[in-house]
């Protein structure tokens, strides 16, 4: 008799005709997924956008194209767009999609709370870039929104509210993470036979929990200092600016790690599909993510290195900073341990992943000096930082990205991508990132400092050449946009329901694309099915 | 400039690093194409670390990286790599959570080393008070030699030329900016910090209205300015030189065009300058209270 309901039920449930109820209304994981990854797609291209403006006025020394203000608008917009609509979202986008098909569940388990989270987002966004219409200007005082300096602003309660709504969508969108891998797998699908995707996102899901109301937090004292009399951060009341600091990247630093643990999923995916051979070390992986969530909890204050702590203080942040090290070389070397002895192609996920190996650890070994403190009293806030981050954040977090959608795309869409155009999106973006950010380093290290619009004469060489960088790596995005469409609407190839040779686990078992309804009967797992199924290793 | 520029690039990095190696002269400013931290010109310095630093991540990179090309070569499908099925390696992975954290300790006793000392203000002998306001500095020198200064400080803010150079579309040459021979456009002010050499100082840095961070690379640091909060730190100049910085903390439309200029000289020339200070600081002092008597005279 079940097996009638669900039939019947399979049946009758196709997505939706109209357009409003199909999108709108949506209560399906993939639909939804597919939501969070274009709003994600359309937010990177207005974030960069604004980056192409920090460019082109960074071009040459002078100001030739925006006033300083108007600069440190774009600063601010292209940091909170890339990172809460950008990144995070398609990250949520991918869980969604994939963690479902992984699992062998019909759905995420809170299937209108996903709805909802998406459709926040593009109010949240909409509240936030409307700011840059009003007169007194969008937010000016840096994605950090450190007082006093923010609360110059006129935008801030728009800024807040937005981020409100983010966090409340983020936190709705962990929990049903959370809940779907819990309660959802199928039965065999052990928690030590997950796919590492599914775990770094279990994990980066608490981290979400944790640290999103600590930021709505922060925001609201902002907000209550700015309007209602209070002085949590006014030194003059018997405030102190310092507390908002401690407050912010108690949130700040979790949420680097929300930045890259599922990058680290999607990374260990992929290489082994490609190198044809098991994952190297799967339970110290999954141990390597769960230590960098820990860590990211108690290394928040080597942001602020340079605002006078005292020195028991400096030395227990740096070596808690230093120790994230360990972890995170594991990571690396299971990478390299799990290519050597395989049986490699290179496909363009498999480019993008090994870029990522490569140039995450390079930001990975300029976040090793930056841990020194004494060295960070110099890096501090300079272009040697912004280098650091980019590399982690560009090459880790958008090249992971990057690489899931040229992964799954044959999954979603049931078409192969050019592979063709997938290679030379590849190799333009890597040349042209690493054209744009390596020079920073050295930008830094001579004396730049981050977030200024002009500077001296002698930084202009290495400022052309990584604007130059920038306009190339922009440009370069229309061809992944190009190759996306390409391969959705228009592409003959055929994908086969296992789209790669060494894919394993579930969601190659569906049929691609992938149909409105997968698993209404519960998958039976067989072992060799899966990419971790024998736990004995 | 481009093509060229790379060229330049890797010649220049070969030097940097060949620089690097010989211990070569410092440059205190930046200079044009520069690759690398300054030594700086004070006692305390963190370049050393970050060269140690610097070097253990090449020498990590180049086994990891180098590793990656050689089984990105050597299993290949197309060469008929077969998978091997190995998965897993106990004495490896002890191996290499091992060496990282013997790395990292030896790294932290360094670190630790120069954090200890750059904490250590004692035994300076002058006092110099760092004022931020957006967008200028103020400097008040407090003490010298256990001595009281009596009202020296003033207001030091970006000079004029580049001040107007660096107005919107101005049309103005950044690069005609120049004192003896160095380009100073966004890097000079209008009154330096004047310092004298050989001398501990102590700077006490507090913020005025937002947060500033007042960072001078030669100096080897730089200390946030933050309002209600006393920030300490301290150097001490070895040669006589003119050394520049700038804010370092976003401070809102004109941060970047609050530069900070200190002017290191000799112990006997900075004397002279202070003792001029006074001078002039008692002078208008003196003139104040002229200026003030025939108001209050008929009163009294």
Redesign the interface.
Known sequence: MAHDATHDHHDHHGAPQGFFQRWVMSTNHKDIGTLYLVFALLMFFIGGAFAMVIRAELFK?????????FF?EMTTMHALVMIFGAIMPSFVGLANWMIPLMVGAPDMALPRMNNLSFWIMPFAFTLLLSTLFMPGGGP???WTM?P??SL?GESIAYVVFAVHLMGISSIMGAINIIATILNMRAPGMDLLKMPVFVWSWLITAFLLIAVMPVLAGAVTMLLTDKYFHTNFFN??GG????LYQHIFWFFGHPEVYIMILPAFGIISEIIPTF????????K?MVFAIASIAFLSFIVWAHHMF???LP?GA??FF??AT??I??PT??K??NW??T????????ETPMLFS?AF??LF??GG??G??LA????D??Y???YFVVAHFHYVLVTGAAFSIMAAAYYWLPKWSGNMYSETWGKIHFWSSVISVNVLFFPQH?LG??????????????????N??SS?GGFWFGASQLIFLGVIVHCVYFSKKKAADRSWE?AKGLEWTVPSPAPHHTFDVPPVIHDDELAHGHTD? | MTSGGIGRWFSAWTAGVVLALSGGAAMANPEPDQLNMTKGAAEWSPYGMHMVALWVCVVIGIVVFGAMFVAMFRFRKSRGAVAEKWTHSTKLEIVWTVIPVIILIFLAKLATGGLTSFADTTGSEMTIKVTGYQWKWRYDYVEYKGKPVDRVGFMSKLEETSDRTRQLKSNLDPDKIQVDGYKTYLLDVDKPLVVPVGVKIRFIIVGGDVIHSWWVPALGWKMDAIPGIANSAWTNLKEPGVYRGQCAELCGQDHGFMPIVVKAVPKAEFEQWLATQEDEAKVQKAAQTAQATPVTAPQG
């Open positions: 020394p002078g100001m030739q194209l925006v006033q300083p203000y440190n000016a005082g840096g450190y006093p300096l110059q030194a003059a405030g102190d600016p310092v190198a044809r051979k098991p994952i190297f070390g799967y110290a340079a605002v006078g020195m400096e030395i740096m070596y230093m120790l090290a360990v070389g594991v690396v070397f390299v341990s290519m050597w002895g395989g049986s490699m192609t290179f090994i190996v490569i650890t390079i070994f300029s090793l000096m020194l403190a004494p060295a009293f110099q501090h806030d300079t050295f290290l001579a004396g730049m400092p981050r977030r200024i619009p002009d500077y001296n004469v002698a930084f202009a060489n290495f052309m050449i130059i060494g290793h």
